[in-house]
């Protein structure tokens, strides 16, 4: 079956459950891909079910979701597709890289896989989509970047920016705004007393940083 044979549903399904292991060593349970897909827990229990019957998934109920071979090629196609239309959309069409994470949701359902060789053609075969997440070749593989959180960098220590989750675009918008993207060095320095918070030194500002924020960003220390 190609993946222009699977429901767009399915597509979501399958990229979700892959991106959900692609930054965490947590198990993926129907819980975390619920909360990715956007639907209700029961919703998406039935399309595990569905994904088991068709050999995309291996899932024991209550038990971690893990993709078959197949799944796996068909999730990681949805990727490369994903973050290759991100990338043609930010350096052939000018959009920013908060704009464009909306856009190649429905996009990524309509090209062909031509179309997706093509535009991967056409950038020169990038390996890293705006948000300096990893493109998967067109075999499949997938570089496995060695970056830790930004949480768990140590002050005082300079850190290369790997890549930045587009999983906010308000957030995205605040870190251009002040220069800060894939391959921007920074330190980390103490926030304020009882705040919960960091500064992060960049080139060009100096922002204060929450939880939710240092969560978003990966980096290698330098």
Not at 71 to 99: C, K, N, P, S
């Amino acid at each position: 079956m190609t993946i222009e044979q699977l429901s767009d549903s399915t597509q979501d399904y399958l990229k979700a459950i892959w991106l959900a292991g692609e930054w965490s060593d947590e198990p993926v349970t129907a819980t975390v891909v619920s909360r990715r897909v956007g639907v209700t827990l029961s919703t998406t229990s039935d399309a595990l079910r569905r994904l088991r019957r068709s050999g995309l998934i291996d899932h024991a109920p209550y038990g971690s979701i893990a993709l078959t071979a197949a799944g796996r090629a068909h999730a990681v196609d949805m990727v490369r597709r994903h973050r290759l239309i991100e990338t043609f959309l930010v350096q052939a069409l000018d959009y920013t890289w908060d704009q464009v994470h909306k856009e190649a949701e429905i996009l990524e359902h309509a090209v062909s896989e031509f179309m997706v060789d093509k535009i991967a053609e056409y950038l020169g075969h990038p390996d890293r989509d705006p948000h300096g997440d990893p493109i998967p070749a067109a075999d499949g593989s997938v570089e496995r970047l060695t970056a830790i959180s930004l949480t768990n960098l140590g002050v005082g220590i300079s850190a290369s920016i790997e890549r930045i989750s587009d999983d906010d675009p308000t957030l995205l918008q605040y870190f251009a705004s002040h220069g800060v993207a894939h391959g921007t060095v920074i330190k980390l320095a103490e926030g304020a007393p009882f705040s919960d918070t960091v500064t992060l030194i960049a080139p060009d500002a100096h922002l204060t940083l929450g939880p939710a924020a240092l969560d978003a960003v990966w980096v290698t220390p330098v």
